[in-house]
């Protein structure tokens, strides 16, 4: 049987490496995002072997779950076409292959790599807030909501280095102690990032992070508090995507004034949520 004469696939109609004799094979890779609309066109060059072929045959192996291939009428490609979800994050190999009557196949690796690259902005949040300062018996437990305004935030999920998740945040917590009647005040700026570079998953990722602020309460018998602090933190995004965050943080506040009385745990948990 005669071999495909000196016509191949390659990408984008670029000029490629042209041999006679059994299966062309070539590696062709290429991007794509979650939920962005994924087109490729896989061709045949050299018209002037072209002219003598019939009934050319097409063939995709390997085409992830929900991806069609077409075959364009008189462009002799095939479209891929595919909207790839969180869960096909990762590499897909594919291979097209083509023949026309009385000819060997010719084959084309196709690796498809698909990425999160998704970016928060101006997000709110809502969380549960716990203070448990060293001297309990004289300033109680407090706790209370905390209202969180995610400035930005961002989830990569590539090969690129650096942490996968990220968020830049404002905290205004309203505490009540289980001792005074009086509403206190704690408001800081954080950071969180994530230890994983490329998580597959959107649960369970832990995170390490730094809050600066200052606290203010009102006690009875011991006149005001108000303190500059720093509480540094760690925690899990208990789930992460594009539109909703869910964490726990564990953290240990230090405040610059009362060390040794105001300094203790802190617990926050909650969640930002966006509607676009």
């Given at each position: 049987?005669?071999?495909?004469?000196?016509?191949?696939?390659?990408?984008?109609?670029?000029?490629?490496?042209?041999?006679?004799?059994g299966p062309q094979l070539q590696d062709i890779?290429?991007?794509?995002?979650?939920?962005?609309i994924f087109q490729y066109l896989i061709p045949?060059?050299?018209?002037?072997?072209?002219?003598?072929?019939?009934?050319?045959?097409?063939?995709?192996?390997?085409?992830?779950?929900?991806?069609?291939?077409?075959?364009?009428?008189?462009?002799?490609?095939?479209?891929?076409?595919?909207?790839?979800?969180?869960?096909?994050?990762?590499?897909?190999?594919?291979?097209?292959?083509?023949?026309?009557?009385?000819?060997?196949?010719?084959?084309?690796?196709?690796?498809?790599?698909?990425?999160?690259?998704?970016?928060?902005?101006?997000?709110?949040?809502?969380?549960?807030?716990?203070?448990?300062?060293?001297?309990?018996?004289?300033?109680?437990?407090?706790?209370?909501?905390?209202?969180?305004?995610?400035?930005?935030?961002?989830?990569?999920?590539?090969?690129?280095?650096?942490?996968?998740?990220?968020?830049?945040?404002?905290?205004?917590?309203?505490?009540?102690?289980?001792?005074?009647?009086?509403?206190?005040?704690?408001?800081?700026?954080?950071?969180?990032?994530?230890?994983?570079?490329?998580?597959?998953?959107?649960?369970?990722?832990?995170?390490?992070?730094?809050?600066?602020?200052?606290?203010?309460?009102?006690?009875?018998?011991?006149?005001?508090?108000?303190?500059?602090?720093?509480?540094?933190?760690?925690?899990?995004?208990?789930?992460?995507?594009?539109?909703?965050?869910?964490?726990?943080?564990?953290g240990y506040l230090v405040p610059f004034s009362?060390?040794?009385?105001?300094?203790?745990?802190?617990?926050?948990?909650?969640?930002?949520?966006?509607?676009?």
């Amino acid at each position: 049987m005669p071999t495909l004469p000196m016509c191949e696939f390659v990408d984008d109609g670029s000029e490629g490496e042209k041999t006679r004799g059994g299966p062309q094979l070539q590696d062709i890779q290429i991007s794509a995002k979650t939920d962005d609309i994924f087109q490729y066109l896989i061709p045949i060059i050299n018209t002037e072997c072209r002219k003598n072929w019939r009934n050319v045959e097409f063939e995709i192996e390997g085409m992830p779950t929900g991806a069609t291939s077409k075959v364009l009428s008189g462009m002799d490609a095939t479209e891929i076409r595919w909207t790839p979800q969180n869960r096909d994050i990762g590499e897909h190999h594919l291979r097209a292959r083509v023949r026309a009557e009385g000819y060997a196949w010719n084959e084309v690796s196709v690796t498809v790599v698909v990425t999160q690259e998704d970016e928060l902005f101006f997000t709110p949040g809502v969380q549960y807030s716990l203070w448990v300062p060293e001297a309990r018996d004289v300033y109680g437990v407090l706790q209370g909501v905390s209202l969180e305004y995610l400035v930005v935030g961002w989830i990569h999920r590539n090969e690129n280095r650096g942490p996968s998740h990220g968020r830049f945040y404002l905290d205004i917590d309203f505490l009540r102690s289980s001792v005074s009647p009086n509403l206190g005040l704690a408001y800081s700026a954080g950071i969180a990032l994530s230890f994983e570079r490329n998580p597959k998953r959107q649960f369970l990722i832990p995170f390490f992070g730094m809050e600066f602020g200052g606290i203010y309460q009102k006690l009875e018998e011991r006149g005001k508090i108000h303190s500059v602090q720093i509480n540094p933190l760690g925690g899990v995004n208990l789930w992460a995507s594009k539109n909703i965050f869910i964490n726990v943080t564990v953290g240990y506040l230090v405040p610059f004034s009362q060390l040794e009385d105001l300094r203790g745990l802190r617990f926050k948990s909650g969640i930002n949520f966006s509607f676009w």
